[in-house]
């Protein structure tokens, strides 16, 4: 006789879902489906020679530091180059390498938010943050959002008081997941200004900002109050993803926990990773490279842009038109709901993102997320008519 394991899951565990997009990636692989779903840089921008340069490099120079248990802050050369790259003035005492920023958004919940502790989101945010946030069981706000980023009328009003005082503050100002909207200057100043005022943290999270079509982005939150805002970067969309190699830049109020976290977490990113990109970034090799990923991506945007407007015409579509990043947010006509349009997009060969599981509060069902990075420009085409194809038919069948 044996008795059967009882793994009763801790409450946090059963309230975790499977990641609305994972499941969807799965639907892309069918083959022949052209996916406008996943938010994957464009191998073609990998630079896969340098990178095996760089690899030989620090396995022959510094090899056995490279494979060795090493510090929780980082490897200190990167900490150095990432500072120096910001463009505020970082001691790089408070620069924390984290594995992917999707890491930093980890710890910063594990440090900051209790059970139940109100925490303020745009409308929509990125369903990651949403997600590496839910085990600490917050209550997420969304904050009213417009064609540029969040009302701060509505964060002030929405902050609360007493023990219902939001923790914190999570925003993108920059080319936003899920939508492509950037924070204007005037909304910037304004929001540092309120959260200084109500002394609520700002959490600003900025994987796109490089990725900047025509004109820079306004400056960060961060450079306007490095003591009220905490920082996270990524080398994902300029690098390569795969390398996992991120950061945040923290106050000293705060770093020392969230060293505290990482430690108890991962002890270190991999310093070998952390190596290779600091070997990577020397000679300025970002201000060479980045240039030719804005130009692929502005160029795809524009496809895009111009394949919507072709096939779109007549129907109640409106579509925002990000001035940097890699998505553009789509609602559809009224009535209509794109969790519903799914299957008859992915029986056309085509995917993308359901808006839905962006939202802190109540969703609205016909938005959807495309991304125009991964796909090139012919399939965008073909992708964006049978989009459309698959919503005539839909408004059709009424
Ligand atoms: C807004 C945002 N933050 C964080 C991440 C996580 O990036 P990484 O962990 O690769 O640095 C992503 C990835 O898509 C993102 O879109």
């Known amino acids: 006789m044996t ?17 609305a997009i994972r499941e969807i990636l799965k639907l892309t692989e069918r083959p022949g489906t052209i996916s406008l779903a996943g938010g994957l840089p464009s191998p073609q921008t990998f630079p896969i020679d340098l990178f095996t340069q760089a690899c030989n490099t620090v396995m022959e120079r510094d090899g056995a530091a490279a494979l060795q248990y090493a510090a929780s802050e980082g490897y200190e050369p990167l900490r150095r180059a990432v500072a120096d790259m910001l463009p505020w003035a970082v001691d790089p005492g408070q620069v924390l390498i984290t594995t992917g920023s999707q890491q930093a958004l980890d710890l910063i919940g594990k440090v900051l938010l209790d059970k139940d502790s109100r925490m303020l989101v745009e409308t929509p945010t990125y369903l990651g943050a949403l997600q590496a946030f839910a085990p600490q069981e917050p209550i997420a706000v969304g904050v009213a959002s417009d064609d540029d980023g969040l009302l701060v009328e509505d964060f ?42 109500l002394g609520i943290p700002l959490i600003e999270d900025n994987p796109y900002g490089d990725l900047w079509f025509g004109t820079p982005p306004p400056a960060p939150l961060t450079a306007r109050n490095p003591d009220g805002c905490i920082y996270l970067g990524s080398f994902s969309k300029v690098l390569a993803p795969g390398l996992r190699v ?18 108890a977490a991962d002890l270190h990113t991999p310093g070998f990773n952390q190596r290779v990109v600091a ?26 842009l111009a394949a919507l407007a072709r096939d779109m015409a007549g129907l109640d579509v409106a579509w925002t038109r990000p001035a940097g990043g890699m998505f553009l947010w789509l609602r559809l006509p009224e009535g209509m709901d794109a969790q519903s349009l799914l299957p008859a997009a992915v029986a056309r060969h085509v995917a993308f993102v359901p808006g839905a599981p962006f939202y802190a509060g109540a969703a609205d069902p016909r938005t959807l ?7 090139s420009s012919s399939e965008i085409d073909t992708a964006i008519a049978a989009l459309a194809d698959a919503i005539r038919a839909q408004q059709a069948a009424g």
Request: glycine share 6%.
């Open 3 to 19: 008795t059967p394991f009882d793994w009763t899951l801790a409450t946090r565990a059963a309230k975790m879902n499977p990641s």
């Open 246 to 263: 991120g950061f945040l830049v923290a106050p000293q109020a705060v770093y020392p926990k969230l060293l505290q976290a990482k430690q």
């Open 156 to 197: 002030a009003a929405q902050v609360g008081s007493g023990v219902d005082k939001a923790r914190l503050a999570y925003v993108q100002p920059n080319f936003q997941n899920p939508t492509g909207r950037t924070l204007s200057e005037q909304r910037r100043t304004a929001l540092v200004q309120q959260a200084g005022a």
């Open 369 to 375: 997320r495309l991304s125009y990075v991964t796909a």
């Open 279 to 304: 070997e990577v970034l020397k000679d300025g090799f970002l201000e060479r490279h980045v240039p030719t990923i804005r130009a692929l991506y502005q160029h795809q945007r524009d496809t895009m």
